[in-house]
């Protein structure tokens, strides 16, 4: 049974139902979530800090530094630690970081007025580190994660980048009923009418002179007919006019 619709995880992280737009998913609709329904995770024990005072920082510009963060988001508050990812053999940047403070009022100023602040000519993305503070966290290299982009297929939705969207209540009446034929969708929406005690939109009077109508499709000669638009017939009109006047023209003159 689906669980409570909220915009964003924030008492257990599912990797199935990060995959769902709506959370209404079922089954896995790519490799990547089918391996973290599987996969277990626990958060590494070298890192330090208080987790509710640090923040994710992601969609870093590959030359940013650890000074040039500290001295960007300094204006939020005091900073205790700055940990850029890098890559252990190349030693570049990854692109985001974890940036703790003294404080979490600090950290939640930071969360709410820093998202989308130019760093290096970049907007970042900032939201609070799921690696502690969410049960059940899987990170994106096991097929978790949150946000991402459609062309890598990997999306995952329930964060602050892609929240979830709420999902769409059927009625009881059209879950009950079947909708192979015509006639079945017409029941089911005369049950809904007069359950709902509204009238049809079209008159009983009004349906007899439609029928009575004569159309183009019925009228077997109509397309058997030859056609002329009245452009043509109009310049052919105009050419037969000026070459009666020319022949007059040149009557008189002979």
């Known amino acids: 049974m689906m669980e409570a619709w909220t915009p964003t995880f924030t008492d257990h992280y599912d990797p199935l139902q990060a995959g769902s737009i709506d959370m209404t998913d079922t089954e896995p609709h790519d490799n990547g979530i089918a391996r973290a329904m599987v996969a277990q995770y626990k958060a590494p024990k070298h890192i330090k800090g208080d987790q509710s005072c640090t923040i994710f920082v992601g969609r870093l510009s590959f030359r940013t530094t650890e000074d040039v963060l500290r001295h960007e988001l300094s204006k939020f508050g005091d900073i205790r630690q700055v940990s850029l990812v890098r890559d252990v053999v190349t030693g570049f940047s990854k692109g985001y970081a974890f940036v703790e403070f ?29 690696d502690r503070s969410l049960p059940g966290w899987i990170p994106r290299r096991l097929g978790g994660g949150l946000g991402g982009k459609k062309e890598s297929g990997q999306l995952r939705f329930g964060g602050r980048d892609k929240p979830f969207r709420e ?5 009881e009446a059209f879950r009950k009923n079947s909708f192979s ?10 049950d809904l009418t007069v359950s709902e005690g509204r009238q049809s939109t079209e008159p009983e009077r009004n349906r007899p002179n439609r029928e009575r109508r004569r159309s183009r499709s019925s009228d077997t000669n109509y397309y058997q007919r030859p056609r002329r638009s009245r452009s043509r017939e109009r310049r052919g009109r105009t050419h037969g006019t000026r070459r009666s006047r020319s022949r007059e023209r040149d009557r008189y003159r002979r």
Do not use: W
Request: net charge positive; no cysteine.
């Open 102 to 130: 003294a404080n979490e009022y600090s950290a939640k100023k930071a969360y709410r007025n820093g998202n989308y602040t130019k760093i290096d000519d970049k907007p970042v993305f900032i939201d609070y580190e799921h």
């Open 167 to 171: 999902p769409i209540i059927v009625p």
């Open 181 to 190: 034929n015509t006639h079945g969708k017409d029941k089911v929406a005369q």
